[in-house]
């Protein structure tokens, strides 16, 4: 198994750590919340340097095409969970960006069954950035910082709308064709 791979294998084992800490004693113990920020923010950053060294060293596998986004969605969706158990996001919010992400899954399967493979677009990076500065905000409840971290989750929430609406528009032909 090549770096990139086990920095993503990684990132999915610090998940349960990440939920723990976040959820520990009600969420209320503020120390329990940074060290849950703190590996939250070590397992974000293994998604950019994974990607970074598979490319730059030509370590691309199927493995990583596989787990490397799957990673990034059950660190982020399991964050977004805890949020909503801890009341600082609506669920109907975190309902529409987890619908996003199963929606693209299923259109990247589909995509695959073609041989066609789907890149993410630049409102897919921009909505996996704002999501995750969102999670840390929300994580780190800093009163100063309550209007930038609503202002952080709303347009996270918007970029990931867009994101969709992008990646559909790019690649309806998937569905509607089987090939592009």
């Not at 293994?46 to 493995?63: C, E, P």
């Amino acid at each position: 198994m090549n770096l990139p791979n086990k920095l993503t294998v990684l990132r999915v084992c610090m998940i349960p750590f990440f939920v723990v800490m976040l959820l520990l004693n009600g969420g209320e113990n503020q120390t329990y919340r940074y060290i849950a920020a703190a590996i939250f923010i070590v397992a974000s950053l293994t998604d950019m340097l994974d990607g970074k060294i598979a490319r730059k060293y030509n370590l691309v596998t199927n493995f990583g095409k596989f787990m490397d986004p799957l990673a990034d969605k059950l660190l982020v969706c399991s964050a977004l969970i805890c949020l909503v158990d801890l009341k600082q996001l609506p669920a109907w919010m975190v309902i529409v960006i987890i619908s996003r992400e199963f929606i693209i899954s299923g259109f990247r399967l589909v995509a695959s069954d073609n041989g066609i493979v789907i890149a993410a677009s630049y409102w897919g990076k921009f909505k996996t950035t704002f999501q995750m500065i969102s999670v840390i905000l929300l994580i780190v409840r800093i009163p100063a910082l309550t209007v930038l971290t609503q202002i952080c989750v709303w347009t996270a929430l918007v970029l990931t709308v867009i994101s969709l609406v992008d990646y559909i528009a790019k690649n309806h032909k998937v569905l509607t064709e089987g090939s592009m």
